[in-house]
């Protein structure tokens, strides 16, 4: 079964210092990718980083980076120098090829809560 | 360019009675697809429209539905509401749907149901 599992109901962490949130997936398809969102309290689904499964490099945006370990089947999320406004729902999400198109599966998400 | 807006945000309905939510992509984005996410499953995968046609459907009853116009623009329908139908409904845009492909999401629409 083609599945996301996020160990971390709650994660914290200072403001200025870096974090990892844990995401592993199980696929049999050699064709894959995996997404990070971050979902504060209004509820809108923030688009944050995006690793294939044939990317050679880890993916970096701005303070994200996406630590990607193929054959430990993890793609851990880490956010460097944290922020206040980073406090929200983190989701890990591998697209899958069904019926012709593609689709997400999330996994249950981890709420990060950044202290000052 | 404008994001994925949704309307309306929040919505209460009783039992038994039906609700249509709309979703607008991403100007150019063809593909819209539908989640549901609620405390208890989280985030479940409703359905997907490109080119006003269904291409994925979830397992989810016949009571869910939706349909797509051609100007991309989405809605859903559930019809003969029940609590359980109480959570957050997420759209998502997305060019074709296809690989390597982003999908962003609106603000969703809250659904309570009494």
């Known amino acids: 079964a083609q599945k996301i599992t996020q160990t971390q109901p709650g994660m914290f962490v200072q403001e200025k210092e870096a974090v990892t949130l844990d995401c592993t997936y199980d696929t049999s398809d050699p064709s894959y990718g995996l997404f990070w969102y971050k979902q504060p309290s209004s509820g809108e689904m923030i688009f944050l980083i995006y690793q294939g499964s044939y990317d050679q490099q880890n993916a970096t945006e701005g303070r994200y980076s996406l630590n990607f370990q193929k054959a430990r089947k993890s793609a851990n999320l880490v956010i460097s120098a944290s922020q206040l406004g980073d406090s929200a729902m983190y989701f890990c999400?591998?697209?899958?090829?069904?019926?012709?198109?593609?689709?997400?599966?999330f996994g249950k998400g981890t709420k990060l809560t950044v202290n000052p | 360019k404008a994001g994925v807006t949704q309307t309306p945000r929040y919505l209460i309905k009783t039992r038994g009675q039906q609700v249509t939510l709309s979703c607008s992509p991403i100007?150019?984005?063809?593909?819209v697809s539908w989640y549901q996410q609620t405390p208890g499953q989280g985030l479940q995968f409703l359905f997907e429209y490109f080119s006003e046609t269904q291409r994925n459907k979830g397992n989810f009853p016949g009571r869910f539905s939706g349909r797509q116009f051609s100007n991309s623009r989405s809605e859903m329908n559930v019809s003969t509401l029940e609590l359980g139908d109480s959570a957050l409904y997420l759209c998502?845009?997305?060019?074709?749907?296809?690989?390597?492909?982003?999908?962003?999401f609106g603000p969703g629409t809250r659904l309570l149901v009494l």
């Open positions: 998502a845009s997305s060019l074709a749907g296809m690989a390597g492909e982003t999908q962003y």
């Open positions: 100007s150019g984005h063809r593909s």
């Open positions: 999400a591998m697209r899958i090829l069904q019926g012709g198109s593609e689709k997400l599966v």
